[in-house]
T-cell receptor, first 113, second 109 residues
Framework: SQTIHQWPATLVQPVGSPLSLECTVEGTSNPNLYWYRQAAGRGLQLLFYSVGIGQISSEVPQNLSASRPQDRQFILSSKKLLLSDSGFYLCAWRPSGEGGELFFGEGSRLTVL | GEDVEQSLFLSVREGDSSVINCTYTDSSSTYLYWYKQEPGAGLQLLTY?????DMKQDQRLTVLLNKKDKHLSLRIADTQTGDSAIYFC?????????FGAGTRLFVKA
């Protein structure tokens, strides 16, 4: 069966510090991978998605970046965090192709102080 | 615009029916979804409907789709306190899934 893991679950970072959130999927190959952010009082915003290794599509201009160094690994990064980067970050996957159910990780809560 | 819109809050009494409404924008969307989020957790798919359907029923859940108005609704019959959560409407666009802001459902005992 397929599983998705993301970590860390929670982190508190000072403004200007770097960020690295990791997500891995097991039990499948060539998945579509996604990073979403859920800010307080706001909906679920798509940040990045990838339909193949090394391929990243960015949805919102910001100081975050994503990378897919391996088929089932998706990393969200920042060189310098802003206060507005605080939120709940969710990684998700689904089988390659269009449409279909998204399977979410448990989320990473980031607080920037 | 690109937004999927839904009301932010809904409060019902236990045993009543809940109806959560959503409007989407892309008439070419092939799948429309309802996801549920428990506090502090990720989202889980509750149900979905293909764009060529008008209605789908699954136990206590009924999904209605009005393609002309781009309107989607989720009805939960006999709402229980365990149904308290955030419910997200979503549409698929090519490789992306676009979510609404979520409706927080409060169930009063």
């Amino acid at each position: 069966s397929q599983t998705i893991h993301q970590w860390p679950a929670t982190l508190v970072q000072p403004v200007g510090s770097p960020l690295s959130l990791e997500c891995t999927v097991e039990g499948t190959s060539n998945p579509n991978l996604y990073w979403y952010r859920q800010a307080a009082g706001r909906g679920l915003q798509l940040l990045f998605y990838s339909v193949g290794i090394g391929q990243i599509s960015s949805e919102v201009p910001q100081n975050l970046s994503a990378s897919r160094p391996q088929d089932r690994q998706f990393i969200l990064s920042s060189k310098k965090l802003l206060l507005s980067d605080s939120g709940f970050y969710l990684c998700a996957w689904r089988p390659s192709g269009e449409g279909g159910e998204l399977f979410f990780g448990e989320g990473s809560r980031l607080t920037v102080l | 615009g690109e937004d999927v819109e839904q009301s932010l809050f809904l409060s019902v009494r236990e045993g009543d029916s809940s109806v959560i409404n959503c409007t989407y924008t892309d008439s070419s969307s092939t799948y429309l979804y309802w996801y549920k989020q428990e506090p502090g957790a990720g989202l889980q798919l509750l149900t979905y409907i293909f764009s060529n359907m008008d209605m789908k029923q699954d136990q206590r859940l009924t999904v209605l789709l009005n393609k002309k108005d781009k309107h989607l609704s989720l009805r939960i019959a006999d709402t229980q306190t365990g149904d308290s959560a955030i419910y997200f409407c979503a549409e698929s666009r090519w490789f992306k899934t676009i979510f609404g802001a979520g409706t927080r459902l409060f169930v009063k005992a």
